[in-house]
């Protein structure tokens, strides 16, 4: 997930938090996340290279269901699928998907999604990322990115 963070922050690495605040019904602040600069790891000029090539609509699938899929809205987001097989059981030849996943970004948030079985074994020969962690994270990127202001990544010099 961090990885794709550095993309999104032009390649500046920032600590990774799940919690923001948290406050008292009366607006008392029990713990805050306060910001940091951060370290940049990864050079600018190659951050928004890769958010470029990954914000490409138009070099995806020419399907209306895989650029769906990987959209939000009308807002530029950086997507990715990935999906890891499982090595068939003896006696078959089958390779069934087993680690599904879709990490994307906006200059705001990152999302990825991870769907499988948690005991490890194989997914149904249908699954993919596409039907199973891309609804999941479109959903949320929905959700999270509703009250925000569309934003672009800043080109480097």
Do not use: C
């Not at 910001?35 to 940049?40: F, P």
């Not at 199973?132 to 959903?139: D, H, L, N």
Request: a neutral charge.
């Amino acid at each position: 997930m961090q990885a794709y963070s550095v993309f999104a922050n032009n390649g500046v690495k920032k600590d990774v938090y799940f919690i923001d605040k948290i406050e008292t019904s009366d607006g008392t602040i029990i713990e805050e996340h306060i910001a940091s600069d951060g370290i940049e790891v990864f050079s600018p000029a190659a951050s928004y290279i890769i958010s470029k090539v990954l914000s490409d609509t138009s070099a995806k699938p020419e399907s209306s269901y895989w650029r769906n899929a990987l959209s939000v809205g009308n807002r530029l987001v950086a997507a990715k699928t990935g999906t890891a097989n499982k090595p068939p059981k003896k006696g078959s030849t089958a390779i069934l998907p087993g680690d599904l996943w879709t990490a994307g970004y906006t200059p705001q948030i990152t999302t990825v999604v991870w769907a499988g079985n948690v005991n490890g074994a194989a997914m149904s020969p249908k699954a993919e990322s596409l039907n199973s962690a891309a609804p999941i994270w479109k959903q949320f990127m929905e959700f999270a990115l509703a009250d925000l202001p569309k934003a672009e990544w800043k080109k480097p010099e």
